[in-house]
């Protein structure tokens, strides 16, 4: 199995933007499916982009296509989130979790472990 952990959030004005981290460890990594997710107060988490196996694929939740990007770096275990064009819709605490696949899931209960998650909060 794969442990992650988020870093990068913070607060940040309406229009601005934030990198998210994503460390992995674990000799598995590189052959996981990784994919954000986000939950605010009160809501469910939802789906935010997901990357396949060596970044072939991506998908993106269609209130963030166009503003942010999922990447991974398999030679340091790691993927990342860049959010531009931050709406104050988006705050949250993001996580990362690790999919087994095969295809890219949107739905939480596909991903096997998650991180502590990273709390992003956009300001007006």
């Known amino acids: 199995q794969v442990q992650l952990v988020e870093s990068g959030g913070g607060v940040v004005q309406a229009g601005g933007s934030l990198r998210l981290s994503c460390a992995g460890s674990g000799r598995l990594f590189s052959i996981n499916i990784m994919g954000w997710f986000r939950q605010a107060p009160g809501k469910e988490r939802e789906f935010v982009a997901a990357?396949?196996?060596?970044?072939?694929?991506?998908r993106y939740a269609d209130s963030v296509k166009g503003r942010f990007t999922i990447s991974r770096d398999d030679a340091k275990d790691m993927v990342y989130l860049q959010m531009n064009s931050l709406e104050r819709e988006d705050t949250a605490v993001y996580y990362c979790?690790?999919?087994?696949?095969?295809?890219?899931?949107?739905?939480?209960?596909?991903?096997?472990?998650w991180g502590q998650g990273t709390q992003v909060t956009v300001t007006s």
């Open positions: 990357i396949s196996v060596a970044g072939k694929e991506t």
């Open positions: 979790g690790a999919s087994w696949g095969p295809d890219i899931a949107t739905v939480p209960g596909n991903y096997y472990t």
